[in-house]
Nanobody, 124 residues
């Protein structure tokens, strides 16, 4: 089993920044791809960003490009999502996930383990 714990969410004004963290523990490998997803009330879970096992490949949703940066520190089993220029439409519960494979993908059904999520609220 793999446990993922997100942190760093909160309330921020539009235009502000937040950094989310996700720490993995258990039967995890530093070579596993990690992803960030989000789900707003009444909407389906959507892809935000993903990073390959060695950090060499990053993927972003169009809504995140230029504003969000995903990174990882394998020695800490931690992946980060730096979010800037936040908008009210970024308000959602943010989840990290891992898939037991090196290659990063955008499809949530290909991720095996999920964290409990952290709430991000952007006030306008």
């Amino acid at each position: 089993q793999v446990q993922l714990v997100e942190s760093g969410g909160g309330l921020v004004q539009a235009g502000g920044s937040l950094r989310l963290s996700c720490v993995a523990s258990g039967r995890t490998s530093s070579n596993d791809a990690m992803g960030w997803f989000r789900q707003a009330p009444g909407k389906e879970r959507e892809f935000v960003a993903a990073i390959s096992g060695n950090g060499g490949t990053t993927l972003y949703a169009d809504s995140a490009k230029g504003r969000f940066t995903i990174s990882r520190v394998n020695a800490k089993n931690t992946v980060y999502l730096q979010m800037s220029s936040l908008k009210s439409e970024d308000t959602a519960v943010y989840y990290c996930a891992t898939r037991g494979r090196v290659i990063a993908v955008t499809e949530p059904t290909l991720y095996t383990y999920w964290g409990q999520g952290t709430q991000v609220t952007v006030s306008s």
